[in-house]
């Protein structure tokens, strides 16, 4: 391979106001970054987000990708033809780092690991998602989903498609099941094995409980000013908001015990926060996301995503003057589009965020479960 020397919700700026404005377009959809790092845009069907951008990675063993894009057969032939246009046949590709599990990002790995042979490479935690919903049976998570919506106060025509696809037997299959099962751990805070290269990993919960972003420690190949580069996967993106949700473990979680309430279980909107802040202590000269484009502002980014939340808490504890279900608050909520015209499965997401919301209110003491509550709701405190 040849290396190079040359150089959810919309939050904070218009996209592009600072955009990179000096990759190289080696082919449509392909962008030269420098110093040995190319970006493909690989398309997401229907899908607004549009693409992915899987990175290319050139080290002293073979190429190595950065994620690897939805699977299906147009996204791959995507993913193919740009690592064509850069001299490289995907058979040579040495390994995959995924930033985190979600199918836009890890869906074509088994495919790449088919054709090359390749190394896949995941956080611990999410590796664990996949595991279990590699080995989950199709029943579980509809009962589950079932359970949980109804503990968060969805109305009986809400949950009457999941109870028929339950009792009828046609269960969907989930996303991202021909994904590989990762055959390595990427480690927080060490360097990564990659010849040639010097490339840490920074574990960023929040997104994901296992998503990770990877600092590239070298002299940025146009020197900017700061330290190296970082791919962001989904946490640092330069006009979008990454969904914050729950991820717990269907087979451990009871729709009314401690995991599934928002009183209780983890924290993943303070996960977030507090990745944020890591990430902004990198002091990194640009930033390479996973979707939109590259930008060399990370910290006024990070300070928006901030003060986005900030405002958004400030929001949901003033409706929380009246008690409400999760469902009730979601349907409150501001989103990129009105409720009525949110899809069916976009609506079990917001109400996911939703109850990640109620958490950190509840953590910081600002809202407090009804005693006594069925569904339960919550109030301000």
Known sequence: ????????????????ADRTGTEAEAAPGVLDHGGGVWSIKVPIPDNPLGHTLVHLLDTD???VLIDTGWDDPASWDTLTAGLASLDVRVESIHGVLITHHHPDHHGLSGQVRAA?????AMHAADTDVVRRTRSAEPGVWLD??????????????????????????????????????????????????????????VWTPGHTPGHVCLHLEERHPRNLPGHGRLFSGDHLLPGITPHIGLYEDP??????????GASGGG???????????????????????????????????????IAHHEERLTGLRALLATPLTPWQLARRMEWNRPWEQIPYGSRNIAVSEAEA??????????????????PVTYTAC
Do not use: C, N
């Open 116 to 120: 090359s042979g390749a190394w896949i």
């Open 267 to 305: 924290d993943p909107l303070g996960d977030y926060l507090a990745s944020l802040e890591r990430v902004a202590q990198l002091g990194v000269a640009e930033v390479l996301p996973a979707h939109q484009h590259a930008f060399t502002t990370p910290r006024e980014r990070v300070e928006e995503l």
């Open 251 to 260: 087979d451990t979680a009871a729709p009314d015990g401690p995991a599934h």
């Open 61 to 63: 063993s073979g190429p």
């Open 357 to 374: 919301h109620l958490r950190r209110l509840v953590k910081l003491g600002h809202a407090q479960a009804v005693p006594g509550s069925d």
């Open 1 to 16: 391979m040849r290396r190079s020397t040359a150089g959810a919700q919309g939050t904070g700026r218009a996209d592009g």
């Open 144 to 201: 589950y989903l079932s359970a949980k919506l109804a503990a968060a106060g969805a109305p009986d025509d809400h949950l009457a498609p999941l109870v028929a696809a339950r009792e009828s037997g046609r269960t969907r299959t989930l996303p991202g099941l021909s994904a590989a099962l990762p055959d390595r751990e990427i480690v927080a805070g060490e360097l990564l094995p990659l010849a040639g290269r010097k490339l840490r990993a």
